[in-house]
């Protein structure tokens, strides 16, 4: 229904790359570093909670600007993703609470333990969004529609300030526990915000 605010959840916790969590915490594979990542992911893997908000709504191209059927904007790099598009899915989701309670705890005691925190929980968040990503992908395709990329406000010339919008029209705070501040900041920290263009 078009409009009406879902919450998702995957079956399953999505898989880890490890890789990607070397590369977000900007180190190589050693041995120390394997270590290390390991004993945060037990650690931190009972504390993560995957969920998903998401809307879905028609829009339409004017002059100079894209109704996204929730807001207006004049974002030419998101004019260019949504090429093709007569409707799109907007979409939250947040790892939860627990890892920055976690980050906040290590700070003090252990740096290096605070900083494979961090990268995992970026590689959390990221990997919740391909599963969404992907299961709404075959959804879709039952339709015979495909997918563009998706697109978060802050990337390109998307203002940041878009936030706003999708969290009123999502209802981030009763949905799924994720709130924004005056800053634009979320929290949890390790959360995203996206919009996904559906292929006419």
């Known amino acids: 229904m078009t409009g009406a605010v879902l919450v998702w959840r995957g079956e399953d916790a999505p898989c880890v790359d490890r890789a ?21 992911l037990t650690e931190a893997t009972p504390h993560l909670s995957f969920q998903v908000c998401y809307a879905r709504f028609p829009i339409a ?25 007569n409707e799109i899915i907007v979409f939250a989701a947040t ?11 290590w700070e003090r005691i252990s740096p290096a333990k605070a900083l494979c925190l961090h ?23 039952r339709e015979g529609r495909a ?8 990337y390109g010339d998307l203002p940041l300030e ?24 979320m929290s949890p920290s390790k959360s995203v915000t996206a919009i996904i263009g559906v292929i006419k």
């Open 147 to 154: 997918l563009r990329p998706r697109f978060s406000p802050g």
């Open 162 to 185: 878009l936030q706003r919008d999708i969290f009123r029209v999502l209802d981030c705070p009763r949905k799924i526990g994720l709130t924004l501040n005056e800053s634009l900041l």
């Open 20 to 40: 990607e969590i070397l590369r977000y915490m900007g180190t190589q594979a050693d041995p120390a570093a394997q270590q290390l990542i390991e004993t945060c």
């Open 61 to 85: 191209f004017r002059e100079g600007e894209i109704d996204l059927g929730f807001a207006v904007t004049s974002s030419n790099d998101l004019k260019k993703n949504l090429e093709g598009c």
């Open 119 to 141: 990268a995992m929980g970026a590689e959390r968040v990221e990997a919740l969004c391909d599963q969404f990503n992907q299961a709404v992908k075959k959804e879709f395709a």
């Open 95 to 105: 790892v939860g609470s627990g890892i920055d309670r976690l980050i906040a705890r």
